[in-house]
């Protein structure tokens, strides 16, 4: 089962990750939403089980989560390694995580639309997946101001703006744009395992 392979890689990364992370309670805000989703994963694959592709996706996400807080944002060295690959100004992979919250919750909201509504493919559907995305990353971004607030300087770490005033809006404008990134390149490979899983047929467009 695809969704075991899965597990254990994102579990091995969970539990290499809490080896001395750079800092605890960053790491614990970070990976919160593997432990939540994990098993709800777990606990609903009998009765809806998802692609490979969504289930992939997922555990990809997984991991970015797990890499960033391990190291904090700011800090992980593939960022560092991009940034003066491309000669960038910032550690650039706080960006990579909020373009995966657009790319990798377009699929989710996608598969959930088109299995449980009766929205069909075309224009509404990209448009509707693609606020959905944004309102996802407007909600984290708020979940951040309130962690700021709460933890005054200790949220530095969580938040990962590296001193750029404009971060909030960078982090949801590309998480924009990997929403619709997302659908342009994966629709059809994504119809493809719908149809072959009976969620939808080849006459739901």
């Known amino acids: 089962m695809f969704l075991r392979v899965v597990s ?17 309670a960053t790491w614990a805000m970070e990976i919160a939403p593997v432990v939540i989703v994990l098993p709800l994963l777990w606990a609903t694959h009998r009765r809806f089980p998802l692609t490979p592709l ?26 560092f390694w991009m940034q ?8 650039p992979y706080d960006g990579i995580g909020h ?24 224009g509404w559907l990209f448009v509707l997946v693609t ?3 944004l309102a996802i990353s407007a909600l984290y ?12 300087q200790g949220a530095d770490e969580f938040l990962g703006t590296q001193g750029d005033p404009w971060d909030t809006q960078k982090d949801m404008a590309l998480a924009w744009v990997g929403a619709m990134l997302a ?4 629709a059809r490979w994504h119809d493809r395992q719908l149809e072959h899983t009976g969620a939808i047929d080849e006459t739901h467009s």
């Open 141 to 152: 971004e708020l979940v951040e101001w309130g962690a700021a607030l709460a933890l005054g």
């Open 183 to 186: 659908q342009l390149l994966l």
């Open 8 to 24: 254990a890689v994102v579990i091995s990364a969970l539990v290499l990750s809490a080896w001395r992370p750079h800092d605890l």
């Open 131 to 133: 606020a959905v995305c």
């Open 99 to 122: 373009f995966a919250q657009g790319f990798i919750p377009a699929i989710a909201a996608r598969e959930l639309l088109l299995r449980h509504t009766k929205l069909e493919r075309g």
């Open 54 to 79: 969504l289930t992939g996706l997922i555990g990809l996400h997984a991991l970015v989560l797990i890499l960033g807080g391990h190291y904090s944002y700011a800090r992980v060295p593939l960022g």
């Open 84 to 91: 003066g690959l491309f000669g960038l100004s910032r550690n």
